[in-house]
């Protein structure tokens, strides 16, 4: 299977590979080698990015918190928007010809400051006369049809996918930082070895300290599941007291939680198949009709209903890079010899058609 080819958005706000065109080290040097050496068809976008940070001054960037979130906010809207495109990309060779920069000047203006942002915060910190004390529960949520990036106290990163909620308090204070997920969400987590980071959802807590990994954690809909980026994580039950059992998983690794959780299985994962969302890729992977017509209600904010029997086993699998809903209904219709119809937001599918 062809390698996902990462954009220079993908770079330009990943914190380790910030981190290592700042102060390269011999281990990030060496991880940063191999990385390129496994995925030779994001090279353009590898340096691409290094040249534009190696160029950025961060400490001119005085912002607020709420400054720093929209602007994350553009950033994932101009990557994930769902528009409609029927041509592969042509292959292109990386040269900083003005011409390249006219195409992309906008969206490259709007990472330089994203990460100068994030930068700063990581740098200054927060001032005195932010600090408040942990009292206020914030809740974040993301919309059917949207999603919605931020930045936690501590300067972590959260992506929720559509439908999907955060909650955590004002201030992380004591040994800990918690947040509580409903849904899905991909977390790049500031490095503290002083203070765990607890992502609680379903009865499950996955704890670490600082990396990257993804949540899915959506109610009635399959197990949850939490995919390794990078570092560390390890994950337990906080349903049963007398379980101790704890489940470390590690970089390409996938946990699926099973009722029985020293039962759960952990293997390795397609990254697109778990972080594609984030880039505005719809996945099926064997999916059921009740597992696609959650996903599909989510991602364009409609109600689906099905005329006909249901409980067929139809282990739908497909990906969709910013498609429209009729493209992926069309592709359903050709697949499972199904009809559709489409009024406004209602879609209503028929089964058990006759040839």
Do not use: C
Request: cysteine-free.
């Amino acid at each position: 299977m062809k390698k996902d080819n990462h954009d220079i958005a993908y770079f330009l706000t990943n914190r380790s590979f910030v981190t290592w065109v700042k102060n390269p080290n011999p281990d990030s040097n060496y991880f940063w080698k191999k990385w390129i050496e496994n995925n030779p068809q994001s090279r353009e976008s590898f340096y691409a990015a290094k040249a534009t940070i190696e160029r950025i001054d961060f400490k001119k960037a005085n912002v607020t918190e709420k400054d720093k979130e929209e602007v994350l906010n553009k950033i994932l809207q101009n990557s994930t928007s769902k528009e409609i495109s029927f041509e592969k990309p042509q292959k292109r060779i990386f040269k900083l010809h003005r011409t390249v920069y006219g195409g992309v000047a906008a969206a490259i203006v709007i990472l330089i400051v994203s990460v100068s942002f994030l930068n700063q915060y990581n740098n200054e910190g927060v001032k005195e006369s932010e600090i408040k004390t942990q009292s206020a529960l914030i809740t974040k949520t993301a919309e059917r049809g949207k999603q919605k990036a931020m930045f936690l106290p501590d300067g972590s990163k959260v992506i929720l996918n559509a439908g999907s909620s955060l909650s955590y308090y004002e201030n992380f204070t004591g040994d800990t930082r918690e947040v509580t997920l409903v849904g899905e969400a991909y977390f790049d987590v500031t490095h503290n070895p002083e203070k765990k980071f607890i992502v609680k959802s379903n009865g499950i807590a996955t704890v670490v300290h600082g990396t990257s990994f993804n949540v899915k954690a959506y109610p009635n809909e399959g197990p949850l599941s939490v995919a390794l980026e990078r570092g560390s994580v390890a994950v337990q039950s906080l349903l049963h007291k007398s379980d101790s059992t704890t489940i470390f998983i590690k970089p390409g690794e996938k946990i699926i939680v099973e009722e029985q959780f020293e039962n759960s299985l952990v293997d390795e994962f397609n990254y697109i198949e778990e972080f594609g969302w984030k880039d505005g890729i719809l996945v099926f992977k064997d999916a059921g009709i009740e597992e696609f017509i959650g996903k599909l209600e989510r991602w364009y904010n409609v109600d689906i209903s099905v005329v006909g029997r249901n409980d067929h086993d139809w282990e739908i699998n497909g990906m969709f890079k910013k498609q429209s809903l009729q493209n992926v209904l069309e592709s359903l219709e050709f697949a499972r010899k199904v009809k559709y119809t489409i009024k406004e937001n209602q879609i209503t599918i028929y089964t058990d058609l006759k040839n």
